[in-house]
Every structure is written in C-alpha cells, then in structure tokens.
C-alpha cells in the first residue's frame, strides 16, 4: 500500500469524524424537539458512527508509521469493538421502542421529514466516499455497511415520517426503530462472528 493510499484513507475517515459529531449534535436536537425516538435512535446509532471512525483512523494512522502485523490486527480489534457496539445498542433500541408501541406519543413529523431529507443526504455523501476508498480492509467494509444501514434507515424514517403527517398514526415511529434495529442486529452479529474468528486464528 502506497503511503498516498494511506494518507487519503486517513483524511477519509477524519473528515467523517468531523461531519459525523456535527451532524450527530443536529440530529439528536431534532428528534428531542420532534419527539421521535427513531431519529433519536438514529442520533445515538450516528454517535457511534463518530467513535468508530475516530478508532479507525487511529488505527490507520498508527499502522502507516509502524507497519506492523500487530497493528493489522488491532484494525481487526475495532472492527469487532465496532459491531459489538452495533449489536448492544440495537437490543437496546428494540427494548425502548417495544415499550413505546402500546402507547405511543405525538410525534412532530414535519421536522422528522426534513431530518430525513437530510440524513439520506449526508449518509449517501458519507457512503460513497468509504465506497471509493482505495483499499477495504474488515474496519472499512464494516463502516460501509453502517453508511449503508444509514441510508437505509433514513429512507425508512421519511415514508414512515409522511404516513405519520398524513394518517396520525404515531406508532409507526417506534414500529420502524424496531424493525431498523432488528436488521442491524442480524447484520452486525454476522461481522461480530467474522472479525471474532480472525482475532482468534
């Protein structure tokens, strides 16, 4: 690996550390004021985002100036400290949002639909940049599937969004982080048992 490579991966991922943090501070303020406990799941699902890709370009970082073959393992390292924290948080979501089915609470869609518009804009900017990367190793296939669950989860969160403006049916809210959370569990526990294995052969 060429140390241009090296040095355009690392200003890749601090440049997502920066944007992420500040996107996290807007999101969490948005679903606090809108009352959403999708979005706000989302915000503490970005902040996430932040930690592990702040651990990822340290990683990056050390192992360029030491080149190492423990360093390539301590990447290995935050990938599974990475989908370990996916995995934790979503059980958490899914047991916050169950709670909130049987009685849900009103819930200030139009700002949920403009943090939508939003978060589909700045996950898909996020998304494609780790998806031109140069190289992907484990660490930087695990940070394209949380852009990508991102998207995903950001397309849910504005339909369900609309239909909450248009029917009143605030349950929806908590049935999405629900069903986000569930395809994320599945997901990061897959990539849990993978980089798992590779620390242990």
Do not use: C
């Amino acid at each position: 690996m060429s140390s241009h490579e090296s040095n355009h991966e690392e200003k890749v991922l601090l440049s997502g550390v920066v944007v992420n943090f500040v996107f996290f501070l807007v999101e969490l303020a948005g679903g606090l004021l809108s009352n959403s406990i999708a979005v706000i799941s989302d915000a503490l699902h970005d902040f996430t985002d932040v930690i592990s890709l702040f651990f990822s370009w340290w990683v990056e970082r050390i192992a360029r100036q030491h080149r190492h073959p423990r360093f390539e393992r301590l990447k290995v390292a935050v990938a599974f400290a990475n989908a370990l924290a996916l995995v934790i948080g979503s059980l958490y979501l899914i047991y916050e949002a169950v709670g909130r089915i049987s009685s849900p609470e009103p819930v200030e869609s139009r700002l949920v639909i403009a943090l939508g518009v939003i978060g589909i804009s700045f996950n898909s900017f996020i998304f494609y940049k780790l998806l031109k990367s140069e190289r992907k190793n484990i660490n930087i296939k695990v940070l394209i599937l949380h852009y990508a669950q991102d998207v995903l989860g950001w397309v849910t969160i504005l339909g369900g969004a609309v239909v909450m403006y248009f029917t009143g049916f605030f349950w929806i809210d908590s049935a999405i982080t629900v069903l986000y959370s569930v395809i994320i569990l599945v997901i990061s526990l897959r990539f849990l048992w993978q980089s798992g294995k590779m620390l242990a052969g």
